[in-house]
């Protein structure tokens, strides 16, 4: 369980993931809209949010399969432009998931391909924000995770601070020296 009071912890833990369930369950049968009764059979694939299949799989009720944004064909994607992968489309936190289901799936890959996504896409979302601090640009923000976005508008307005600073005032300011004394009037 991550922040309570954070939303985007929140809305992170919201992103459905296709479980196995590994017992029968009763009284659980709207999890799975296949089933007629209110009983769920070893063996269903039904997809859950991510909080409650967390808990479900530490209980050991339910086997977690991988996400289909964290998928060979997402993978192969980001090794040929990193850049141009449209990541919100396909999981709007996909960092925070990532690092919330890494130990609780089979594929222990999932950690180093996170760390290879962000150093890749890092280069081109600082750049992009920093060539286009004064422009309104939505284009690049809608491939952006919302982890990403946050960086962007980040470096974005440290770039229009530092401009803003860079223009106005004086450059050069007087310093108070402690150990220095006024001459005296005589």
Known sequence: MGNYYDID??????????????????????????????KVEQGA?????FWLAQELHARHAVAMSIPP??????RKE??????????????????????????????RTIGSFLLYTFSHRYKAVHSKAHTAAFATTTKPLCLLTKEETR?????QSSMTAFRKWR?????????????????SVD
Request: charged share 25%; aromatic share 8%; with cysteine.
């Open 45 to 49: 694939k039904v997809e859950l949010p």
């Open 78 to 107: 980001v090794q040929a432009d990193a850049a141009s992968v449209d990541l919100q489309s396909r999981c709007a936190y996909f960092y925070e998931l990532g690092c919330k289901i890494a130990p609780l799936v089979a594929d």
């Open 9 to 38: 912890d929140i809305l992170s833990e919201e992103e459905h993931v296709l479980v196995v369930f590994q017992k029968a369950a009763t009284g659980v049968g709207l999890l799975d809209p296949s089933s007629e009764t209110n």
């Open 167 to 183: 223009m106005g005032g004086s450059r050069f300011s007087t310093v108070f020296l402690p150990g220095r004394k006024r001459k």
């Open 151 to 155: 960086l962007y508008e980040a470096a």
């Open 69 to 74: 944004c964290f998928h060979q064909m997402t």
